[in-house]
């Protein structure tokens, strides 16, 4: 099999079929393009989201404490807890632990999360650093936003630039490679997007705004995140490709590699469907979130990306386009 995240055809057959006992106490479970899990709690509910750091060997402190806090962001409400779990190499020393648990503890810190608990073990299972996050937040029962509430009229919402994590990897990981090609600047620049991932603010914005549905953007890039939103809200979508705003950064480190921006792995990148789109992309604005509409959730459920010439149906993201990159060596 590909590296990445199982297809979800996949995905549905051979994992979420097989999950047999349910719960009254849990009101959202796996499904395609739910990332989080909520749970019952009275008049409050609680919401979880895990998910692994695999593809960098740099800044994965600061990675594993976004992407899951991006999780429950995306529903609408702020993370306040995070159980980390780490597993290192043997080689691994305690200066590159310290360094890991700095990354970690400094980005919990800005998010104002709390690390919880947790494991850390050396073994010989891996060959790099993988850290398992694990975030948690609460809310009001009723006010969760899930990814499978998006409604045909529904305008398509992104924030940010697409590809801004896988960027931010690749400029850190292939560094060296890319100063003799693009220079100094652009390197840095692209480094610096790393700063830029998180959509908490975004997404407590959103939810208070009132939208249909959220998601956050990882692997299978920006079409991917809209084609899981739109799958598991059972509807389609028609993206403009040229509304997808896009760095000149990533659009210089992406044409080298011969890959798509908009099939990068791309945190800090919410994807949004919202009845009032421009209404939330001004309130972002007025916020310091750059956000651009970018299309329109459909009842007929192809997934259409529209360019100046063509239209192209978008079928089920594939392998992220970062692992045509780090997988060299």
């Known amino acids: 099999m590909e590296i990445g995240k199982i297809p979800n055809d996949i995905l549905k057959e051979i994992v979420l079929n097989k999950i047999k006992y349910k719960r009254k106490e849990v009101l959202v479970r796996p499904s395609i393009g739910e990332d989080c899990s909520v749970v019952d709690f009275g008049d409050e509910v609680c919401v979880l989201s895990s998910d692994p750091i695999t593809g960098a060997a740099n800044e994965v402190g600061r990675l594993a404490v976004h992407v899951s806090c991006n999780d429950v962001a995306s529903c609408g409400i702020e993370p306040l807890g995070l159980m980390v779990t780490i597993l290192a190499p043997p080689d691994t020393s305690k200066e590159d632990l310290s360094i890991i648990m700095s990354q970690l503890s400094e980005t919990a810190a800005s998010l104002k999360v709390d690390i919880m608990g947790g494991h850390t073990e050396i073994t010989d299972a891996v060959n790099r650093v993988v850290i398992m996050s694990t975030a948690i937040g609460k809310a009001p029962k009723g006010k969760v936003v899930t990814t499978a509430g998006a409604k045909a009229g529904d305008k398509i919402v992104m924030t940010k630039t697409a590809g801004l994590e896988g960027t931010a990897i690749i400029a850190f990981e292939r560094e060296k490679e890319l100063l003799n090609v693009l220079g100094r600047e652009i390197v840095d ?12 603010k975004e997404g407590v914005i959103a939810g208070a705004f009132g939208v249909s549905a959220m998601h956050d953007v990882t692997e299978g890039g920006i079409l991917g995140a809209a084609w899981e939103l739109a799958e598991a809200s059972g509807k389609g979508f028609r993206i403009e490709k040229n509304l997808i705003p896009i ?12 890959i798509d921006p908009m099939k990068l792995i791309s945190s800090g990148c919410m994807v949004i469907a919202c009845l009032n789109g421009d209404e939330l992309v001004e309130e972002l604005r007025k916020q310091g979130i750059q956000a651009s509409v970018i299309g329109e959730i459909t009842e007929e459920k192809d997934k259409l990306l529209f360019t100046e010439n063509e239209r192209v149906y978008i079928g089920q993201p594939a392998s992220d386009e970062l692992y045509k990159v780090i997988g060299k060596d």
């Open 189 to 200: 620049n692209a480094k610096k997007f790393m700063d830029s991932i998180s959509v908490v």
């Open 247 to 258: 760095k000149e950064e990533t659009l210089k480190i992406t044409a080298f590699y011969k």
